[in-house]
């Protein structure tokens, strides 16, 4: 994930747990307003391990879904990967970092693919689940026990409702 120096060499797997993870926050809309998800993925299971929920989009949003997963899962100099978002830049969180033994990543400026494994996740949830109808409420949305976030438990992608055309005269 990232090299001697603290540069990211975009290799999203992991040969252990708790070896790498991944964060990022996603924003959805709701009828009563927005509320934001801070997930954290595990590259060794590719699985959501934790998160923490808020209808703000502060540092704490991020702190909390750190500590949560530190509590459940007691990592050792574990790298946890994100982008270069306010939130994960805040002194709360790198000192929540640094109490925890936890090794901060982060993808260089101007570069989204740095955090591909998590975007990529991200997306999926919100076109296969939280896109396919409108949220009444923040509770609603709220991920909960009969809503799993793993990817694995998303539901199929839709086929496109027309083939694809091909041109048989170009190469």
């Known amino acids: 994930?990232?090299?001697?120096?603290?540069?990211?060499?975009?290799?999203?797997?992991?040969?252990?747990?708790?070896?790498?993870w991944v964060t990022d926050i996603s924003?959805?809309?709701?009828?009563?307003?927005?509320?934001?998800?801070?997930?954290v993925k595990d590259l060794h299971s590719n699985k959501i391990v934790g998160y923490?929920?808020?209808?703000?989009?502060?540092?704490?949003?991020a702190v909390t879904a750190l500590r949560n997963e530190v509590s459940l899962r007691s990592p050792q100099a574990t790298i946890v990967h994100s982008d270069r978002g306010s939130q994960f830049r805040s002194r709360k969180y790198v000192d929540a970092l640094k109490n925890t033994g936890l090794q901060g990543s982060m993808g260089r400026v101007g570069a989204c693919g740095d955090n591909a494994a998590m975007e990529s996740f991200i997306a999926l949830l919100q076109k296969n689940v939280l896109n396919r109808k409108q949220w009444e409420t923040r509770e609603e949305l709220a991920p909960s026990?009969?809503?799993?976030?793993?990817r694995e438990d998303l539901p199929p992608q839709t086929p496109p409702s027309r083939p694809r055309q091909t041109y048989p005269d170009r190469v």
């Open 27 to 39: 924003e959805h809309p709701t009828a009563e307003g927005k509320l934001y998800m801070c997930a």
């Open 52 to 61: 923490s929920i808020d209808s703000r989009m502060k540092s704490s949003l």
């Open 145 to 150: 026990g009969d809503r799993d976030l793993d």
């Open 1 to 20: 994930m990232v090299d001697k120096h603290g540069r990211t060499t975009h290799t999203f797997t992991a040969n252990a747990p708790n070896a790498v």
